[in-house]
Nanobody, 125 residues
Framework: QVQLVESGGGSVQAGGSLRLSCAAS????????MGWFRQAPGREREGVAYITSYTTRSYASSVKGRFTISQDNAKNTLYLEMNSLKPEDTAMYYC???????????????????WGQGTQVPVSS
């Protein structure tokens, strides 16, 4: 079991920045894939970014160049640095971890088995 707890969300104006954190605990293994997803009201959950244990990163086209995913293995924490935020970035943001043995990462929710409770990011225009 992996417990994930997000923090760092909050209201921000368009053009602003936020850094989300995701603290992992309870894991007896280091997940190969860690990711950030978001879900806006009335829409499906979508992948934002993922990072592998070898620090390979991938981003959704809508956030590429504005968001950066990183991880601190010593702190067992995942981050999402969000810059130049837009109103369309408004959503609940979730971090996620793949189960042990998964070595093919993607921005699909099906890759990830463990989810945090989410942190809200409203972006005003």
């Amino acid at each position: 079991q992996v417990q994930l707890v997000e923090s760092g969300g909050g209201s921000v104006q368009a053009g602003g920045s936020l850094r989300l954190s995701c603290a992992a605990s309870g894991n007896t293994y280091r997940p190969y894939c860690m990711g950030w997803f978001r879900q806006a009201p009335g829409r499906e959950r979508e992948g934002v970014a993922y990072i592998t244990s070898y620090t390979t990163r991938s981003y959704a086209s809508s956030v590429k160049g504005r968001f950066t995913i990183s991880q601190d293995n010593a702190k067992n924490t995942l981050y999402l640095e969000m810059n130049s935020l837009k109103p369309e970035d408004t959503a609940m943001y979730y971090c996620a971890a793949a189960i042990q043995g998964v070595y093919h990462c993607s921005l699909s929710t099906s890759v990830f088995a463990y989810w945090g409770q989410g942190t809200q990011v409203p972006v005003s225009s």
